[in-house]
């Protein structure tokens, strides 16, 4: 029948086919153009079934269209076959130009595979080209690249006879316009996720700006964004109203600035050596009004982008009344509570930072440093060592340390750095503290102990009781601080005994600085309406290297009993 009228039939068929494939053109989303193909082969191709197998992302293949029997399409839509199933199937039987065409002479042999077929039973054909119920034709569809998409599986030709030439032409065609509706359907899928999912990491990255703008403007303590890297390095962009607060600066200003000029001098050093990534640090930030807070300063880094500029996130956290809480606790624990002087504690250890374990005994003089580094040389000399350009050593290394009070070439420690070898170390930096050597004045200057103890202030406490005991170890306190020069120490001891360092005084200096101090106690002390004397005594000790500081305090706590005891009690009495 179809060659007796194939023009007819071809005229028929192309008309059908023009308009299903244009139906394929006009459906949006991936299901419907599924639907579409195969009610495009129903409709237009001739055949009473038609289904879509689509490759997953597994590889296997799924039913996702049916049409032409809704309890068939009921049965297997959605049913799975594997990929090895279905590469069996499209290598075997006769190949029509891409088609491939299962005989039901061969296919019973897939009838036990896990491929979801529908078939109806029927008797069988009673001349060459007729229909079995158990034929099979498949049109698979490639991608551009040659990727397998899917196969479409047709069944039951209205005519009741298979396909000739131009009916497999005719399927051939659409199941490649086909591939490019579905090809096509997927892109448009494809991005439509991602825009969705790109819309919704915008509302994402919003959201998250949003939250960032607001954790950072209304943070309670202070927050600053600044530029890292280049020649604007360190250059404060934005800074939130609590930093603002803080520094008592408005935002407009600080953008001037950076951490390094707002800083103080003492501190550049520890922002400085702040790591970027995650350092942090304590110092002083200026304000507007010229003093300075303690701050905690906590760095990370942020990007902009993936490879744009990155930017320095600083934390500022006021912490000022803990610094000054500390502060408190440090003097509290150095300092006596009465008085607010040093303590005994604090006493020894600032008299132990000027002394080091060196005996000032094995020190020579100046002139004897000299002869000794000028033997040494003709020793080696004579032993027939290099002499240097100036005849000496590079490793000239003699064991003498000239008095820096001579002032001689290598007093200085950075002078001749080889013969400065001390047992030490290999340069010793320290400035060794000299206690003359008697009573008399020499010229020789020290760091002078004078140790205080207060005639009759026991009597006094006895009497009139604590409270006036100790309003006059107040007043004491101020009139020794009073007398001495700034930089010397006036330390409490315990009770009512007082102790004075003074660095750079010789003898006779020592000694008119107790009588300066001795005389500023005598004068009487009003308490409470009732005026009371004490006096003092004073001994002077040398503190030198070489000596502990229990031995420099023992040696001025001698000198002073043996002062007191040198006076007549009328003259020690004054309470």
């Known amino acids: 029948m179809e060659t007796e009228s194939e023009p007819y039939v071809r005229l028929a068929t192309l008309r059908q086919l023009h308009r299903v494939v244009a139906e394929l053109n006009t459906a949006r989303s991936l299901a419907d153009t599924l639907q579409t193909v195969v009610d495009g082969i129903v409709v237009g191709l001739g055949y009473e079934l038609a289904c879509v197998n689509l490759v997953r992302p597994d590889g296997d293949l799924v039913v996702a269209a049916f049409a032409g029997d809704p309890s068939a399409e009921a049965l297997i839509t959605g049913r799975v076959g594997s990929r090895a199933s279905w590469e069996r199937r499209l290598t075997m039987g006769e190949d029509w130009d891409g088609l491939r065409f299962i005989p039901h002479t061969e296919g019973w042999i897939l009838l036990e595979d896990d491929v979801p077929q529908w078939h109806t039973d029927g008797p069988d054909p009673r001349f060459e080209d007729e229909w079995h119920p158990e034929d099979r034709l498949y049109a698979p569809m490639y991608a551009s690249g040659g990727e397998l998409l899917g196969v479409i599986s047709v069944d039951r030709p209205r005519n009741g006879r298979r396909p000739g030439a131009w009916g497999r032409e005719a399927l051939q065609m659409y199941a490649f316009q086909a591939a490019i509706a579905i090809s096509n359907a997927r892109l448009r899928a494809n991005m439509q996720r991602a825009l969705v999912r790109l819309e919704r990491e915008q509302q994402a990255l919003r959201a998250s700006e949003e939250s960032f703008r607001q954790a950072f403007e209304y943070a309670p303590s202070g927050m600053a964004i600044a530029e890292m890297g280049g020649d604007q390095h360190g250059r404060l962009l934005r800074t939130n109203d609590a930093l603002c607060r803080l520094l008592g600066r408005p935002a407009s200003v600080l953008r001037r600035y950076s951490f390094s000029d707002l800083v103080h001098p003492e501190d550049i050093g520890t922002l400085l050596r702040t790591s970027a990534e995650g350092g942090r640090a304590e110092l002083r930030l200026g304000r ?250 004073f001994g002077i000790g040398w503190a030198g290297c070489g000596m502990s500081a229990e031995e420099v305090l023992r040696s001025a706590d001698q000198r002073m009993y043996i002062e007191k005891r040198s006076r007549s009690k009328a003259h020690r009495r004054a309470g």
């Open 288 to 537: 507007r009004d010229g003093t300075y807070v303690w701050v905690s300063l906590r760095n990370s880094v942020v990007a902009d982008a993936a490879d744009g500029p990155r930017f320095l996130l600083t934390h500022v956290e006021d912490i000022e009344e803990r610094k000054r809480h500390e502060l408190q606790l440090a003097h509290r624990a150095s300092h006596d509570s009465l008085t607010g002087l040093p303590n005994s504690a604090e006493l020894r250890a600032r008299l132990a930072a000027r002394l080091c374990r060196r005996p000032q005994s094995t020190r020579a003089s100046a002139i004897e440093a000299l002869d000794a580094a000028y033997d040494a040389h003709e020793v080696r000399g004579a032993a027939g060592g290099g002499a240097g350009e100036h005849g000496f050593q590079p490793d000239f290394r003699p064991d003498f340390r000239p008095d820096p009070a001579d002032g001689l070439p290598g007093a200085d420690p950075f002078e001749f750095p080889g013969a400065l070898a001390a047992p030490d170390g290999p340069y010793d930096h320290h400035v060794h503290t000299v206690a003359p050597a008697t009573d008399i004045d020499d010229g020789t200057k020290g760091l002078a102990v004078l140790f205080c103890d207060l005639d009759g202030f026991k009597s006094i406490n006895d009497r009139f009781g604590h409270h006036t005991g100790d309003a006059v170890l107040i007043e004491v306190a101020r009139r020794l601080t009073t007398g001495v020069r700034d930089g010397d120490t006036v330390a409490r001891l315990g009770g009512d005994e007082f102790v004075v360092l003074a660095d750079g005084l010789g003898a006779a200096d020592a000694a008119d600085l107790a009588v300066r101090l001795r005389n500023a106690i005598i004068p009487p002390i009003r308490v409470d309406g009732r005026a009371v004397r004490v006096g003092a005594s």
